[in-house]
């Protein structure tokens, strides 16, 4: 026989009470608990494991977030999580986003939260926000997709959250729970929303003059147009031609661009964020300066470029400034239509002038050289 002391007793006791208070209790498993598939999705397992989640979305995303945050890097995970949800949109998926506006510096202004560029992306695609008043605190953070899968733990829509803390989170494959969740977002107290903000313009296509100066030595010499057209850098030549014709709009070789602007202004699409549209436009402006030699440049903060366009000592010749406006016409029939108007300006007919010889003179293959006549003459033919 074995004796317990009085403390061991005790300690049973307390073991069969509890287990009898679980079996008996009112809120016993069969009544309480929803079937699901669990998995831990925590620290640098959430954004993988959440990006799949909205990338194979069919029906609907739903998102109750305490603190979205996209902070200041370029490389952003929360702006590709954002993009994603575009997306999306795209293709045809219910998105609504439920935010908390209980924040120190917005306190008298909820509104403040979603005016910033990037929720405006959101907005733009179709996305619905629901704001909370800022008198009552959501500090939710849950995703939940198809009114299946629900993710929820502690991890907020932040870079700190996603690359340097540690956060539990957990995806729950369960139609019921999805259930009870969609239900208690659609109570939730709501505000009106917010007047949608302006839009960037493609400023740098206004008020262009009929035709712009550009020095022969652009078209003559290897290192700068006939380098991009061999390197297939459409966007590099379209930059400079637009970068030339401000100049000569404000009279200055160097100025201040707003890059937003002249992304747009290069036909980049207006549904990407902010952010997106200034990284290409500094892409191609470090290409300008790095591999062609062809401007000095200085970014500040992000957002604007210090320009200035580099000296080439050469004769000048005209251009019809539709070549730039008129975002059609394809950078091979672009090259030609330069090398038509160089030509001209010296008394030389392009037709007049073997296909070789051109590709000689501009530094060009001939069998490029005679794809961009067979486009020149289906130009002509409509124009």
């Given at each position: 026989m074995v004796l317990l002391s009085i403390k061991q007793k005790s300690g049973c006791f307390l073991t069969i009470l509890s287990f009898l208070i679980f079996v008996f209790s009112p809120l016993s498993a069969q009544e309480s608990f929803s079937p699901a598939q669990v998995k831990d999705i925590s620290d640098r397992a959430y954004e993988p494991a959440v990006i799949g989640l909205l990338d194979g979305a069919k029906e609907s995303i739903v998102i109750s977030m305490y603190n979205i945050s996209l902070g200041a890097k370029e490389r952003n995970p929360i702006a590709f999580l954002l993009q994603d949800?575009?997306?999306?949109?795209?293709?045809?998926v219910e998105v609504t986003i439920y935010l908390n506006t209980n924040f120190r510096e917005i306190d008298k202004e909820p509104h403040q939260l979603i005016r910033s560029p990037f929720f405006k992306k959101l907005v733009d695609a179709g996305c619905v926000f629901h704001l909370l008043p800022s008198r009552l605190r959501l500090h939710?953070?849950?995703v939940i997709v198809d009114s299946r899968f629900v993710v929820e733990g502690s991890t907020n829509w932040s870079i700190s959250a996603l690359k340097s803390n540690r956060e539990s989170a957990t995806l729950i494959d369960s139609s019921e729970l999805?259930?009870?969740?969609?239900?208690?977002?659609?109570m939730l107290p709501l505000i009106i929303e917010p007047k949608e903000k302006e839009t960037h313009r493609a400023l740098y296509l206004e008020n262009l003059p009929d035709s712009i100066a550009i020095l022969k030595s652009l078209l003559i010499d290897e290192r700068y147009f006939p380098k991009m057209f061999t390197a297939q850098?459409?966007?590099g030549l379209d930059l400079y031609l637009l970068l030339l014709a401000h100049s000569q709009v404000v009279g200055k070789s160097s100025f201040f661009v707003e890059l937003e602007s002249m992304a747009l202004s290069l036909n980049m699409p207006v549904s990407w964020f902010d952010f997106g549209l200034r990284r290409q436009v500094i892409r191609s402006l470090k290409r300008l300066r790095d591999n062609y030699g062809l401007v000095g440049v200085k970014f500040f903060h992000g957002k604007d470029a210090w320009i200035e366009l580099i000296d080439l000592p050469q004769e000048a010749f005209s251009i019809n400034s539709k070549l730039i406006t008129n975002q059609k016409i394809s950078y091979r029939l672009k090259f030609l239509l330069m090398i038509k108007s160089l030509l001209e300006s010296q008394g030389e007919d392009l037709y007049s002038i073997s296909k070789q010889e051109l590709a000689r003179r501009f530094h060009i293959h001939p069998w490029t050289v005679g794809e961009a006549f067979k486009e020149l003459k289906q130009y002509e033919k409509g124009g």
């Amino acid at each position: 026989m074995v004796l317990l002391s009085i403390k061991q007793k005790s300690g049973c006791f307390l073991t069969i009470l509890s287990f009898l208070i679980f079996v008996f209790s009112p809120l016993s498993a069969q009544e309480s608990f929803s079937p699901a598939q669990v998995k831990d999705i925590s620290d640098r397992a959430y954004e993988p494991a959440v990006i799949g989640l909205l990338d194979g979305a069919k029906e609907s995303i739903v998102i109750s977030m305490y603190n979205i945050s996209l902070g200041a890097k370029e490389r952003n995970p929360i702006a590709f999580l954002l993009q994603d949800l575009i997306e999306a949109r795209q293709r045809g998926v219910e998105v609504t986003i439920y935010l908390n506006t209980n924040f120190r510096e917005i306190d008298k202004e909820p509104h403040q939260l979603i005016r910033s560029p990037f929720f405006k992306k959101l907005v733009d695609a179709g996305c619905v926000f629901h704001l909370l008043p800022s008198r009552l605190r959501l500090h939710d953070k849950l995703v939940i997709v198809d009114s299946r899968f629900v993710v929820e733990g502690s991890t907020n829509w932040s870079i700190s959250a996603l690359k340097s803390n540690r956060e539990s989170a957990t995806l729950i494959d369960s139609s019921e729970l999805a259930k009870i969740k969609l239900l208690r977002l659609k109570m939730l107290p709501l505000i009106i929303e917010p007047k949608e903000k302006e839009t960037h313009r493609a400023l740098y296509l206004e008020n262009l003059p009929d035709s712009i100066a550009i020095l022969k030595s652009l078209l003559i010499d290897e290192r700068y147009f006939p380098k991009m057209f061999t390197a297939q850098d459409s966007r590099g030549l379209d930059l400079y031609l637009l970068l030339l014709a401000h100049s000569q709009v404000v009279g200055k070789s160097s100025f201040f661009v707003e890059l937003e602007s002249m992304a747009l202004s290069l036909n980049m699409p207006v549904s990407w964020f902010d952010f997106g549209l200034r990284r290409q436009v500094i892409r191609s402006l470090k290409r300008l300066r790095d591999n062609y030699g062809l401007v000095g440049v200085k970014f500040f903060h992000g957002k604007d470029a210090w320009i200035e366009l580099i000296d080439l000592p050469q004769e000048a010749f005209s251009i019809n400034s539709k070549l730039i406006t008129n975002q059609k016409i394809s950078y091979r029939l672009k090259f030609l239509l330069m090398i038509k108007s160089l030509l001209e300006s010296q008394g030389e007919d392009l037709y007049s002038i073997s296909k070789q010889e051109l590709a000689r003179r501009f530094h060009i293959h001939p069998w490029t050289v005679g794809e961009a006549f067979k486009e020149l003459k289906q130009y002509e033919k409509g124009g």
